[in-house]
């Protein structure tokens, strides 16, 4: 016979399914918390900005995402993941400014140099200089005398043009003074203050050997040379400098609004190709300063032509360019 059993009471009954319960719960409760990780409590503070809209783009099931953060080669955070755009065109973006933002200037924190070619010489200078230069760099003291250098045959060249087209002429081609340079300067104050001229000075910019060209005459059957009261130059010389020639004398000089003055600038080079300009010292009651004359912003060029092919096309010739009989 078996041995009798007690039968538990209801209240042993409803404690032990509450203790099966509470411990089944608490069992889920670890087992989330150890599977979570960093997604724990707490966790959101340790992880790197943009790390939560990762997870949410990897929880939502993107093409080859696995629920982390988007990587690239090697393993590397991925610089196209959502949220990192975000973080660097935010607070964390170089310099704190928004994007777009203009960046500042040259001339912001000091003034940038003016362009030398920014003016025409006839116009006065902002700066306040009391005087304009009218500069002719292709003047002719005659055609027989003034040739350029250029590196085209023949065939190539148009005809000589007049002084006043040789400005145009020369550009077109790449023409540079061959030989000797004979420039013409117009000088002329803004107002009726005297402005004294004090000197005009030399400034070689460049130096090199004689340009290899054939050599264009301008013009056939000139007479003699003339003898033009002018300032020579040396391009030559080792310093080189401005003197008076043919009778002309030497500075100072004054001009003013009603009074202007034309000087004549005869440049002559033999051994070298020779980028140059002239700076003109000028004063007037307080104030002085220094104006540099040049090709409109460019500097004057004078090669050397000895030994070059020479050109030369009479008036009407059916030939158009010819070789020059020699000297």
Avoid at 181 to 191: A, K, P, Y
Avoid at 265 to 285: C, I, M, N, P, R
Wanted: hydrophobic share 30%; aromatic share 6%.
């Amino acid at each position: 016979m078996a041995p009798w059993r007690r039968r538990p009471s209801r209240k042993a009954v409803l404690a032990t399914l509450s203790a099966v319960a509470a411990a089944t719960v608490l069992g889920s409760t670890a087992l989330a918390v150890g599977l979570g990780g960093e997604d724990g409590p707490g966790s959101a503070a340790k992880r790197p900005a943009g790390a939560a809209s990762r997870a949410v783009s990897g929880a939502h099931g993107n093409p080859g995402s696995s629920g982390g953060p988007s990587t690239g080669p090697g393993g590397s955070p991925s610089s196209s993941a959502p949220g990192k755009e975000k973080q660097e065109g935010g607070e964390g973006s170089e310099g704190g400014k928004e994007s777009g933002a203009p960046a500042a200037s040259p001339s912001q924190g000091g003034s940038a140099p003016a362009a030398s070619g920014g003016k025409p010489h006839g116009a006065p200078a902002e700066s306040g200089v009391p005087l304009t230069a009218h500069v002719r760099p292709y003047a002719f003291e005659d055609p027989c005398s003034q040739r350029y250098l250029i590196d085209r045959a023949p065939g190539d060249v148009t005809p000589p043009p007049s002084e006043q087209d040789a400005p145009p002429w020369v550009s077109a081609l790449g023409g540079v003074a061959a030989g000797s340079q004979f420039i013409e300067i117009t000088l002329q104050g803004t107002g009726k203050d005297t402005v004294v001229l004090e000197g005009l000075h030399v400034r070689v910019q460049g130096t090199k050997a004689p340009l290899p060209w054939n050599s264009y005459i301008m013009g056939v059957g000139c007479g003699g040379d003339v003898s033009t009261k002018s300032f020579g130059v040396d391009l030559d010389a080792a310093r080189p400098a401005v003197t008076p020639k043919a009778g002309q004398r030497d500075f100072p000089y004054k001009v003013s609004e009603s009074d202007p003055e034309v000087f004549y600038v005869k440049a002559a080079a033999a051994q070298h190709d020779v980028k140059w300009y002239l700076e003109l010292q000028w004063s007037s009651g307080d104030r002085r300063g220094v104006l540099r004359l040049d090709d409109r912003g460019r500097p004057f060029r004078t090669s050397g032509a000895g030994g070059r092919p020479v050109y030369q096309q009479p008036p009407g010739s059916p030939q158009g360019w010819e070789p020059a009989p020699e000297a």
